[in-house]
């Protein structure tokens, strides 16, 4: 692959970050660009006390997210991404794409909604998860034991309105492959690598970029 960004789109809960180390495994060296962990550094570095304050990092974040992507781009490096994308990122990738003459695919996950919220619940209330995520107010070192009591937990009607709503299900830039992963034993991996894989060599093969 020469010059690739993939986008792994689609709602929380659907297996990006799984998916982001089968590819970086299979396809060979992409560098790897995640907005979350953008988010969690910057929440580490500045903390906020309400979510206004976390509005304005994330803000500078997605300054700072689209930044390192054109920095890669101008060296030519493949990129992997993974993000719930909605068309409000878009635009503003499709004018990087464009700038640099990438190729882009995009996976788009899918997931019946009420096992997605099960998912995205449970990933909350793992301690592991960055608290920055559940929280109106953090700072660095920040703890709390029982995650359950969070004061921004998303309740199961703002889960179901942010799926329906935010475009996460239709986002796509560059060829789609989407993917239902509802469950995740049934997820034929191999076979979407191989199509993205034929994909890429028939483009190779024709020069269409």
Known sequence: MKKTMILLAGLPGTGKTYLSTIIRETLGSFFMLSQDELKEHYCDLYGYGNLEEKQKIEKAVWMKYYEIMEDHMQ???NILSDYPFSQKQ???LHQLVERHGYRVITIRLMANLDVLFERQRNR???PS???????TSYKRGDHLADRSRADNLLTYEEFI???ITR???T???GKLFEVDVTDFNKVDYSKLLEDIVRW???KVKTNNP
């Open 75 to 77: 060296l030519g490096m």
């Open 90 to 92: 878009k635009p503003h």
């Open 124 to 126: 909350d209330l793992d």
């Open 129 to 135: 998860r960055h608290l920055s995520h559940i929280v």
């Open 161 to 163: 309105k942010r799926c």
């Open 167 to 169: 475009g996460y299900d």
């Open 171 to 173: 986002f796509q830039l």
């Open 200 to 202: 890429d060599d028939s």
